[in-house]
T-cell receptor, first 113, second 113 residues
Framework: SQQGEEDPQALSIQEGENATMNCSYK?????LQWYRQNSGRGLVHLIL?????REKHSGRLRVTLDTSKKSSSLLITASRAADTASYFC?????????????FGTGTRLQVTL | EAGVAQSPRYKIIEKRQSVAFWCNPI?????LYWYQQILGQGPKLLIQ????????DSQLPKDRFSAERLKGVDSTLKIQPAKLEDSAVYLC???????????FGPGTRLTVL
């Protein structure tokens, strides 16, 4: 089952602009992660934010988490053509001692020159 | 360090045939995951191993899917018999016991005709 719903489903911007993607989820979480998937490739981990954190930065990425609203956002600043990919949020929880991820539906980002 | 390896990368079979996928996780990673990703959707967890043992297989269609992880390292996922709706990318991921981050392989794209 999909935990997260992402918005928008697709986003097209020009190089240099900022891209914002949103993720909403339904149940309590331990952490929330964002992954990128280039066409036909595996997923690459971008950033993890824990449930007791509100904001996190990594390079051109900024993630926010609002546990009261069960939502998160991913901001990519100064986008590049190489950022063209699908972006997935994934909520993390624990099954015993092992962590488990439940992925959202994804946002397809197209960055044009 | 070497990433998660998967083979084959592509497989085309007819319905009712059987197929097997192989995954070699990152060395030392105790947890191994198999996901199914249908076109246009996020990955869905099929089964999660912690060393040799199954942690979660609640979404594995056990009448046709099976998986094993021999000696807590490599893993195989089998489908027998395949149905048209099994057409998807099958992703393998691994994580260490101390991290919530999962590392994904390139996936196997299965087409069932």
């Amino acid at each position: 089952s999909q935990q997260g719903e992402e918005d928008p489903q697709a986003l097209s911007i020009q190089e240099g602009e900022n891209a914002t993607m949103n993720c909403s989820y339904k149940t309590s979480i331990n952490n929330l992660q964002w992954y990128r998937q280039n066409s036909g490739r595996g997923l690459v981990h971008l950033i993890l934010i824990r449930s007791n954190e509100r904001e996190k930065h990594s390079g051109r990425l900024r993630v926010t988490l609002d546990t009261s609203k069960k939502s998160s956002s991913l901001l990519i600043t100064a986008s590049r053509a190489a950022d063209t990919a699908s972006y997935f949020c994934a909520t993390g929880s624990y099954t015993g001692t092992a962590s488990k991820l439940t992925f959202g539906t994804g946002t397809r980002l197209q960055v044009t020159l | 360090e070497a990433g998660v390896a998967q083979s084959p990368r592509y497989k085309i079979i007819e319905k009712r045939q059987s197929v097997a996928f192989w995954c070699n996780p990152i060395s030392g990673h105790a947890t191994l995951y198999w996901y199914q990703q249908i076109l246009g959707q996020g990955p869905k967890l099929l089964i999660q191993f912690q060393n040799n043992g199954v942690v979660d297989d609640s979404q594995l269609p056990k009448d046709r899917f099976s998986a094993e992880r021999l000696k807590g390292v490599d893993s195989t996922l089998k489908i027998q018999p395949a149905k048209l709706e099994d057409s998807a990318v099958y992703l393998c991921a691994s994580s260490s016991g101390f991290s919530d981050t999962q590392y994904f392989g390139p996936g196997t794209r299965l087409t069932v005709l």
